[in-house]
């Protein structure tokens, strides 16, 4: 065995930290390394409403959510006419000292036709939107009644304490 081979393998190589890499946002601030100007997305939920079911779908943050597989999307509603209506809605969770809470909650609409294999949504809205929860904003005025009602037993359930400590201005929204 050479010299060169035997190095390294005694202690083994040195093992150096990962580093992960989050969705880079355009800033005016002054680079300060790996990682800087970026936006944590882990405290974010996609939350789907499909036919009165609503459910987290992780998949929703890059467009493969369950409803979404195999869909070919397109900007024109006229081309879905047999698309039923689904939405995914962003929801934000902040700490504050009572506790977590919901911070944001925005809805983005989408029509699906399973069968045509075909759907409807605006990708700038939805990504609009997405901010617009990370940005602690409450955007849930285009959801009918029974959606509202949906969404609101659904956030209950899932964590009451986290209902009890978000605001007055999410509450009123799914009334």
């Known amino acids: 065995m050479s010299e060169q081979q035997g190095q390294g393998q005694a202690g083994g190589p040195e093992k150096k930290e990962k580093r992960t890499l989050s969705l880079n946002v355009v800033s005016g601030k002054e680079h300060r390394g790996f990682g800087a100007g970026t936006v944590d997305l882990s405290q974010v939920a996609c939350v789907m409403i499909d036919k009165g079911e609503v459910y987290i779908d992780v998949g929703a943050m890059h467009a493969k ?54 759907g409807w949504k605006i990708l700038a809205d939805h990504v609009n939107k997405l901010d617009a929860a990370i940005k602690r904003r409450y955007k849930l005025e285009e959801l009918g009644p029974e959606d509202k009602a949906g969404l609101r037993e659904f956030l209950i359930g899932h964590n009451a304490e986290w209902w009890a400590n978000s605001p007055d201005e999410l509450k009123q929204a799914l009334v």
Not at 99 to 109: D, I, N, R, V
Request: glycine share 8%; proline share 4%; aromatic share 10%.
């Open 65 to 118: 959510s369950k409803i979404e597989k195999g869909i070919k999307f397109t900007p024109n509603k006229e081309d879905t006419p047999n698309g039923r209506q689904c939405w995914i809605v962003w929801v934000a969770v902040d700490r504050k000292e009572e506790g977590s809470y919901y911070a944001g909650a925005t809805a983005c609409e989408m029509l699906i036709d399973t069968e045509a294999r075909r």
